[in-house]
């Protein structure tokens, strides 16, 4: 029987769109990984079975066994009870995703201990493991993307709360009297901030005649228009385009200033498709954080991008997995 200390680690993250598998040393390297499609509308047992399948396709290629393995590790969206490995609550693009004991399912299959995390506290540990958080004792992981996501490193480990359900930063209230999002609140930072509020606000503006690029970039087709477009055509001058991202911006900077002041962490992450938009984006939040929160905790903070890009999630299920392993062996 291989040495459980010595033995690799394979790490899964299901997101809304891919499913990426990736089998680890057990120092923390990543050997070989793959992706296929989530096809999350196909339903849950589907999306299972295709993940199970993608771990036999990975272990095959390599030559191992799963009870070679150290462990499993998932990364998945939505509210997760990590203590119980369930994934309690979906994420939007996950219907279907409500009290899924995924660690069980998991570890029957392939007999092995398996550990479930969101996908976004999975990407703080990543950074904080191998990307650019490494060194940094305390940090807070905003994953901007379609929506909005988070993860905190507090005194160098996963701040996971009661039941492993911290961290959802695109939930904080940043507008009490703002629109309603898809979590049942109202004025989230996700529905003020994310990509898709982006192309909401955009989309909105367009169709009802406010002149900009964006129709052109779209070929005419309003609801065709992205967040990528809005970038884009902000970069080039556009005014409307340059409005709808400060706008978004702004909310960015709110929270920013409201985490740097609730956790005084040495480094902000920001992560995902809309933080490769650059300082367009996240300039205006950085300049919030500095006029705006606390100055003993606004001096003492830096804001970076991600490293890692989409290979966070993996990284981080991977480092998730071997500690929790090592601590039941400990």
Sequence with gaps: MTDQHDAPILAADIGGTKVMTALFSSEGKMVSRDVCPTLANEGVKPVIKRLCSAIDSLLGRNSLKASQLGGIGVACAGGIDSGRGVVVTPSPNMTGWADIPLGDIIQERFKISTFVVNDASAAALGEHRSGAGMGVNNLVLFTLGTG???????NGELYLGAVGAA???????????????????????????????????AVK??????????????????????AEMVGAAANNGDPLALDVLMRAAYYLGIGMVNVVNIF?????????????????????????VAE???????????VVTAQLGNEAGVYGAAAFALEQAMRRTA
């Design 148 to 154: 909005i996501g988070g993860g905190i490193i507090a």
């Design 167 to 201: 961290a959802e930063i695109g939930h904080m209230t940043v507008d009490a009297n703002g629109p309603d999002c898809g979590c049942g609140n109202t004025g989230c930072l996700e529905i003020l901030a994310s990509g898709r509020a982006v192309e909401r606000d």
């Design 205 to 226: 503006r367009v169709s009802r005649g406010e002149k900009s690029s964006l129709s052109e970039m779209a070929g005419g087709e309003t609801e065709d228009i992205t």
């Design 264 to 288: 005084n962490p040495e480094m902000i992450v920001l992560g995902g498709g809309m933080a490769e938009l650059g300082d367009l984006f996240i300039g205006p939040g950085k300049k919030m």
């Design 292 to 302: 705006r929160a606390f100055p003993v905790s606004s001096r003492a903070v830096r």
